[in-house]
């Protein structure tokens, strides 16, 4: 938790708090469902929680943006980001059930009101977004068909609407046919050597 607070110290004392639950609440359900994999549950703030928040490193979404997170699994990127951007609203798709309900509780549990979740394949959502958010679920190409026509064409943020992807290792090949990604290295942003192959890639997409 301590890691949090040094890499966003502006936190309001309401995000502090639901940060800190975090761990508690996970920890109780991964004695229930392996959520979180065993060796990373002790690493919580460090593997899951910070990461998903290198988002937050390049880009601040603003009031009323609206964001998919793809894949969300146990509610990462989406929960952390959630805490952080009370204002914005989070809709958490994943196509198992089991990890939706573990979401479900942790969103109760904090309190979330800017969270929605549905049990679905992300292709089955018809709906539109600023910003889609996920953790390396597929290969770009992959995941560009699965999100197609699902960004909004009203722009709102300096950064164009598009996809946010964290992602680790060389992803040269893979993103050789997107011209407009940009690659940011989270080891800029933090220090711990956990990040040092870490990347967040932001990918415009054009409404269609």
Known sequence: MELIKHYFPNLTPVQIERFDQLESLYKDWNLKINVVSRKDIDELYLRHVLHSLGVAKVIQFKPDSRILDVGTGGGFPGIPLAILHPESQFHLVDSIAKKLKVVDDVVEGLG?????????????????????????????????????????????????????????????????????????????????????????VHLPIKYK
């Open 112 to 200: 979330l009101t800017n969270v929605k979740t549905t049990h679905s394949r992300v292709e089955d959502i018809n709906e539109q977004f600023d910003f889609i958010v996920s953790r390396a679920v597929a290969a770009m190409p992959t995941f560009v068909h699965w999100v197609k026509g699902k960004i909004a064409k009203k722009q709102h943020h300096d950064l164009k609407n598009g996809i946010l992807y964290l992602k680790g290792g060389d992803l040269t090949e893979e993103l050789e046919p997107y011209q407009t990604a940009t690659v940011y290295n989270l080891s800029d942003y933090y220090q711990e050597d956990f990040f040092e192959t870490k990347k967040l």
